[in-house]
C-alpha cells in the first residue's frame, strides 16, 4: 500500500469516527439545549398563568393547552411528556403540571407546550452539521492529499533514480533538493552510499583483475613446469604418475580459479554490454560444438525450435548460458539417451535422459555440487547458469519426471 494511500485511509478513518462520535455528542448537547428552553418557556407561563388566575377565575382560564382540574392532593411543579391527537396526527407536547390553589380550593393545572417546532430546529441543526462536517472534512481531505503528495514528490523522484542507479556508470547519483527535513536526510544518506558502493566495486573489480592475474601466473608456471618435468628420460613410473596428477590438479584450480572469477564478475556487472539476438540462431550455432560429444554417446537429438526468441542481454553470457546448458545434459546423459532442445512461448526447455539425482534437487544450482557418478566435474556450471539467469530475471527451474529438465523463460 502506498504512503499516501496509507495515510488517505487513516485521515478519512479519524475524521469519520470523530464525525459520528461529536454527531452523537452534538445531537444530545441541542436536546438539552432545547429541552432547558422548553422548562423555561413552561415555567414562564406558569408565572404568567399564575399572575392572571389571581385577577381571574382558575376555571376561566382553560384553553387547548391548558387544563385544570379540582384535585385534593397538592404538588410541586412536574415535568413530563405527552402525547395528544389532531387531525388524526400524534403531537409530541411537554407538560408542566402544578397545583393552584382559589376559594380553598385545590386545582391541577396542566400546560402544554408543543415540541414539534423544537424537533424541527434540532433536524435543521443536524443536518447543518453534517453538510458542514462533510464539506469541511472533504477540503480537508483533498488538502491533506496535496500537501502529503506535494511532499512526497522529491520522494518519489529519488525513488525513480535509485531505481535507474548503475554501479558500473561514472556519473553519480544527483537527488533533488527536499523542503522535509527527513526526505532532505535520506538523500543525503543515498548520495553517500551510492559513491561508498561505487568505491567498493572499483576496489573489488581492482582486486578480481589482480587475482585473477596473479593466480594464473603462477598456475600456468607451474604446469608448464610439470609438463618439462614429464618429458625427462630418467623418471620412474611411479613419479610419472605423481607428475600426472599434478598437472591435473593445476589445471582443475585453473578451472575452478576462472570460474569463480567468472562468478565474481557476473554478480557485479562487469558484463554490461548488451545486444539482442534470437536465441534460436544461438542455440543452433553453440550447439554444432557438441557433434562429436553427441556422436561418442550416441545421443539421439530432439531439436524444435518453434518460435523465433529475441532476448536483449549481454552476448557473451548468452553464450556461456547456452552452452553450459547444452553441456551439463550431454555430460549427464546415458549412453543412447536423448536430448530435447525446445524453444517455444519464450521458454527454452532443455531435457536429457538420465538416473535422478544422487542428492537433494533444491541444491541443484549451488556451488561445488556434484553427483556420484560425475566427480571430476567442477560443479560450477549450473551455479553459472542461475547467476546469469539472476542477472536478466529469467525464470529457471528444475524437474525430474524420468528426465532431467530444465526450463527458462526469458519473458521478465
Not at 299 to 305: G, N, R, S
Amino acid at each position: 500500500m502506498k504512503l499516501l494511500t496509507k495515510t488517505s485511509l487513516n485521515f478519512i478513518s479519524a475524521s469519520v469516527l470523530f464525525f459520528l462520535v461529536g454527531s452523537m455528542a452534538m445531537y444530545f448537547s441541542v436536546r438539552n439545549i432545547i429541552a432547558e428552553d422548553l422548562k423555561n418557556r413552561l415555567l414562564q407561563q406558569q408565572n404568567e398563568f399564575i399572575y392572571t388566575a389571581q385577577q381571574n377565575k382558575v376555571t376561566d382560564l382553560v384553553s387547548e393547552l391548558v387544563f385544570v382540574q379540582t384535585t385534593e392532593n397538592k404538588q410541586l411543579y412536574s415535568f413530563s411528556d405527552t402525547v395528544l391527537i389532531a387531525n388524526e396526527k400524534y403531537i409530541l407536547y411537554r407538560k408542566l403540571a402544578f397545583s393552584y390553589s382559589q376559594n380553598e380550593q385545590d386545582y391541577k393545572v396542566s400546560i402544554l407546550l408543543s415540541q414539534s417546532e423544537s424537533d424541527k430546529l434540532i433536524m435543521k441543526i443536524a443536518i447543518m452539521n453534517v453538510g458542514f462536517a462533510m464539506l469541511f472534512f472533504l477540503i480537508m481531505f483533498f488538502v491533506n492529499r496535496h500537501s502529503i503528495k506535494s511532499a512526497l514528490g522529491v520522494f518519489y523522484s529519488t525513488i525513480r533514480k535509485l531505481e535507474d542507479f548503475e554501479v558500473t556508470q561514472s556519473s553519480t547519483l544527483s537527488l533533488d533538493t527536499a523542503e522535509i527535513e527527513e526526505v532532505k536526510k535520506l538523500n543525503q544518506v543515498f548520495e553517500k552510499m551510492s559513491a561508498q558502493i561505487r568505491q567498493d566495486f572499483i576496489s573489488q573489480k581492482e582486486y578480481t583483475e589482480n587475482v585473477s592475474h596473479e593466480l594464473q601466473t603462477p598456475l600456468a608456471i607451474i604446469s608448464s613446469k610439470a609438463d618439462e618435468l614429464m618429458q625427462a628420460d630418467n623418471l620412474s613410473k611411479e613419479q610419472m604418475e605423481q607428475l600426472a596428477l599434478l598437472m591435473e590438479t593445476t589445471n582443475r584450480l585453473s578451472k575452478i580459479n576462472q570460474a569463480l572469477i567468472f562468478l565474481t564478475k557476473i554478480d557485479n556487472r562487469f558484463y554490461t554490454e548488451a545486444s539482442t539476438f534470437a536465441v534460436n540462431d544461438l542455440i543452433k550455432e553453440k550447439l554444432s560444438l557438441f557433434d562429436d560429444a553427441i556422436l561418442d554417446k550416441n545421443i539421439k537429438l530432439e531439436l524444435d525450435l518453434l518460435d523465433i526468441t529475441h532476448v536483449y542481454m549481454s552476448p557473451y553470457l548468452a553464450e556461456t548460458l547456452i552452452i553450459n546448458l547444452i553441456k551439463n545434459a550431454i555430460i549427464h546423459n546415458e549412453n543412447g539417451g536423448v536430448l530435447r532442445i525446445t524453444l517455444s512461448n519464450n521458454t527454452l526447455s532443455i531435457s536429457n535422459s538420465g538416473s535422478p539425482l544422487s542428492f537433494d534437487e533444491k541444491d541443484i544450482f549451488k556451488r561445488f555440487t556434484r553427483s556420484n557418478e560425475n566427480k571430476k566435474s567442477l560443479g560450477i556450471g549450473l551455479s553459472i547458469v542461475q547467476r546469469i539467469c539472476d542477472l536478466y530475471t529469467f525464470n529457471i527451474a528444475y524437474s525430474y519426471a524420468d528426465e532431467h529438465q530444465f526450463k527458462i523463460n526469458f519473458k521478465k
